[in-house]
């Protein structure tokens, strides 16, 4: 049985690596995969401070006009160091080096996979769906800052209420069709349209609760939103 997990940036490295966090999570994820023999787990991990840093960076130096390419390839290369984290952290669960392209793995040897981003024009959660497409798994879990699925932005809305579950077509209508580098929505919108296409589940869970995401990672209920 192979669990794919979008694991946010924004949980992994808010300000910086979030130590605490890490250290409850490998021991979380050691714990479940000893107890079931079975199950594998991808980890496909967001770029988090470094991103949003770098990405700032640029725009600041260039100006009103950034290339979203480039963009893209900073968020790229930010995941792609906090990806080196996980896996040195899950050494000898992962066998794999980091995955980059995840249309060119074949085998998942070992127990943990790691993935990072792949190339412009998505986040890491349309990653996380095509691994999932490719090891038949039907559920995506995405861990990030973000409880809930709401009707709106509630930054904005204050009448944006919270939903236990929404349909693609629905969700699809709140977060657009449109992916902008470094774009903060609970699901990326190219990876939405995707994983309705694939009839893939998408579980939104917060990630400051290390009992809930144990809960959603073992079919338990779960605080967060089912989209799909």
């Given amino acids: 049985m192979v669990t794919v997990v979008s694991l946010g940036g924004s949980i992994v490295a808010p300000n910086e690596p979030d130590v605490d966090?890490?250290?409850?999570?490998?021991?979380?994820?050691?714990?479940?995969?000893?107890?079931?023999?079975?199950?594998?787990?991808?980890?496909?991990?967001?770029?988090?401070?470094?991103?949003?840093?770098?990405?700032?960076?640029?725009?600041?130096?260039?100006g009103d006009e950034p290339v979203s390419s480039e963009a893209d390839w900073l968020g790229i290369m930010a995941t792609r160091l906090n990806a080196q984290l996980l896996r040195a952290v899950f050494t000898g669960l992962c066998k794999l080096d980091v995955v980059y392209d995840p249309t060119k793995v074949t085998e998942f040897p070992g127990r943990i996979m790691v993935a990072a981003g792949w190339k412009p024009g998505f986040s890491t959660d349309n990653d996380a769906v095509l691994l999932a497409e490719r090891f038949a798994a039907k559920t995506v879990i995405n861990l990030s800052n973000i409880d809930k699925v709401y009707t709106g932005d509630p930054k904005v809305d204050p009448a944006a209420t919270p939903l236990d579950a929404i349909g693609w077509d629905d969700f699809r209508k709140i977060v657009g069709d449109q992916w902008v580098p470094g774009k903060n929505t609970p699901f990326d919108p190219v990876a939405s349209r995707h994983a309705q296409k694939a009839g893939i589940t998408v579980l939104c869970v917060g990630g400051a609760n290390l009992d809930n995401i144990r809960a959603a990672l073992t079919g338990q209920p779960f605080f967060g939103t089912k989209i799909g």
């Fill in 21 to 62: 966090f890490l250290t409850a999570f490998n021991g979380m994820v050691r714990q479940i995969l000893e107890e079931e023999p079975s199950r594998k787990l991808i980890l496909v991990v967001g770029g988090g401070a470094p991103a949003r840093i770098y990405q700032g960076a640029y725009k600041k130096i260039i």
